[in-house]
Nanobody, 120 residues
Framework: QVQLAESGGGLVQAGGSLRLSCAGS????????MAWFRQAPGKEREFVAS????????LYADSVKGRFTISRDNAKNTAYLQMNNLQPEDTDIYYC?????????????WGQGTQVTVSS
């Protein structure tokens, strides 16, 4: 059974930082593109960042470029999202996903999400 488990969310003041982790199990982690998405209640899910299987290429949404960094450690079956200079508009539930294409997916497996709240 494939599981993706996010952690690292929380409450932070504007300008602060958080690092999210996504631990995978039940899949060949290094064979999948990993991505982060975010979604607020009543809003559409939004792409945040993705990284290729080897970590050699990354993509970012324009809204997070220069502030967020996606990375992965295949030996630990874990993907990360380092978030710096957080702003209130970054408040969302953040989900990690495993897929087949860095830009188009599809993303086959999803975690349960971790809440990030940024206060002004």
């Amino acid at each position: 059974q494939v599981q993706l488990a996010e952690s690292g969310g929380g409450l932070v003041q504007a300008g602060g930082s958080l690092r999210l982790s996504c631990a995978g199990s039940g899949l060949i982690f290094g064979a999948f593109v990993m991505a982060w998405f975010r979604q607020a209640p009543g809003k559409e899910r939004e792409f945040v960042a993705s990284i290729t299987e080897s970590g050699g290429r990354t993509l970012y949404a324009d809204s997070v470029k220069g502030r967020f960094t996606i990375s992965r450690d295949n030996a630990k079956n874990t993907a990360y999202l380092q978030m710096n200079n957080l702003q209130p508009e970054d408040t969302d539930i953040y989900y990690c996903a495993a897929g087949t294409n860095i830009q188009y997916g599809p993303f086959l497996y999803w975690g349960q999400g971790t809440q990030v709240t940024v206060s002004s």
